[in-house]
């Protein structure tokens, strides 16, 4: 017999996790399994999420309430989550439904249901409270009003990093590093246009910063009428939406940069760019390639990132002890770091301007830089497929290149010459296809 669903008491919104209390993007619904459990954390708490028969979603606990289980090494039967273990099946909803080991006159123990949390998928995401469910409020999602808007097209682009949430969120927001991180890189900058930044401050409240900047002294083939006026948003806690509004109104364009804490340490990043004024061939251009130039673009800066991070971490005393900020090139960071401060100190991973919480030192092995397949490709289904597909492929050019070999060996001359050409050929095309299937697992470095 089938328990009633329970969700057990909600999690506390006092004692230092206030933060439970906001929306999370979890990952874009197109990039998540329909097949199977996916696993994700938020701030260090092993989480599932799976789709049920009935087409809802379910986020809670990656934990099976028999023996505590990862739940995410189950698998879906009849749009069931079930326990890899002993096979204990779930809806989406939570409710335990199946028990192979249970006396089937007895009903099933309501303990047995999982905690559920809030979801809800907009624009295209799949969006978790892990708070009071009572308070979680859909309205309090921080979407984007240009992606709905006609003719706009969108990039999506997800990466999980080895640095904490607000080191990610310091780094999209520090517009100084741009033109010097990432000169000559096709969504890049350029060195020459390295240049003092002056700022204007819009809003800074509970809810987030937001801000207008211009270069000071740019040269007059980049003149600000040309671009229009550029904003950068802080929208607490998870999104920073960088806008430009242009001197033809018609004109949308912008990027939004979601982000998810998996941990104090670990993090990810949910891109999404978009314009209604993208030439055919950006359009046309599949999601896999764009992946590249954004593999390479977080690639410069995540060495960066990650020395920073440490340092800081070792550093005893408060930032604005260790800085030495330029208003000219910081004022962002610093207001976000200050907005720390005021607004997020329970966080887990507290570090502001002047004031923070000591973070555990690393204890597993020094993140891979250049492990492009761990953080970016099992994350995302169109590089997962390609990857798969160069990995078939190559699978069926080695095996030409085997049966080219005997034609080589025993046939005529004519034989041998096609057999020559067919392996040379096929041996090209495996080199080639073998660098195609690396770029979705290895950087060039």
Request: hydrophobic share 40%; proline share 7%; glycine share 8%.
């Amino acid at each position: 017999m089938r328990p009633s669903p329970t969700n057990g008491p909600p999690p506390s919104a006092g004692s230092g996790d206030a933060w439970r209390a906001h929306w999370y993007p979890v990952a874009f619904e197109r990039d998540l399994r329909r097949d199977a459990p996916s696993a994700f954390a938020l701030f260090g708490e092993a989480m599932v999420a799976f789709r049920g028969a009935d087409g809802a979603w379910f986020c809670g606990p990656d934990r099976c309430p028999h023996r505590a289980a990862r739940l995410s090494e189950g698998s879906l039967r009849d749009g069931r989550l079930e326990c890899l273990y002993h096979g204990w099946q779930f809806e989406s909803d939570g409710s335990c439904v199946r028990m192979p080991q249970w006396p089937t006159a007895k009903p099933l123990p309501a303990a047995a249901c999982l905690r559920r949390y809030p979801t809800q998928i907009r624009q295209g995401m799949l969006w978790v409270w892990p708070g009071d469910a009572g308070e979680a409020d859909p309205a309090r999602i921080p979407l984007v009003p240009e992606l709905d808007a006609p003719g706009v097209a969108v990039v999506d682009y997800v990466i999980d990093l080895p640095y904490g949430q607000t080191f990610l969120i310091e780094n999209v927001i520090d517009v100084a590093h741009i033109h010097i991180a990432h000169h000559g890189l096709r969504g890049g900058g350029h060195r020459d246009l390295a240049l003092p930044l002056a700022f204007e401050l819009l809003a800074d409240d509970a809810r987030g910063i937001k801000a207008s900047y211009r270069s000071i002294g740019l040269p007059a083939t980049w003149a600000a009428d040309r671009a229009g006026t550029a904003c950068v948003e802080f929208v607490a806690p998870n999104l920073v939406h960088y806008t430009t509004a242009y001197a033809d109104r018609s004109r949308i364009a912008g990027l939004a940069l979601y982000s998810l804490p998996l941990d104090t340490d670990r993090c990810r990043l949910l891109y999404r760019k978009y314009s209604n004024f993208y030439a055919r061939r950006e359009r046309a251009k599949p999601r896999w390639l764009e992946h590249w130039t954004q593999n390479e673009i977080l690639r410069q800066d995540m060495s960066l990132i990650i020395g920073q991070f440490d340092e800081i971490r070792r550093f005893p005393g408060e930032l604005k002890d260790l800085w030495l900020p330029l208003k000219t090139s910081d004022t962002l960071v610093i207001r976000f770091r200050k907005w720390l401060d005021a607004h997020a100190a329970d966080r887990p991973d507290h570090r502001g301007f002047a004031s923070h919480r000591p973070l555990p030192t690393r204890t597993g092995p020094a993140a891979d830089l250049h492990d492009v397949y761990t953080m970016h490709t099992r994350q995302c289904r169109d590089c997962l497929r390609m990857h798969a597909v160069a990995r078939h492929a190559q699978s069926g050019l080695l095996a030409a290149m085997a049966l080219a070999v005997p034609a080589m060996a025993l046939g005529g001359p004519t034989s041998r010459a096609v057999g020559l050409v067919a392996y040379l050929l096929a041996a090209a095309a495996t080199w080639s296809v073998r660098r195609f299937q690396r770029r979705f697992e290895r950087s060039d470095g």
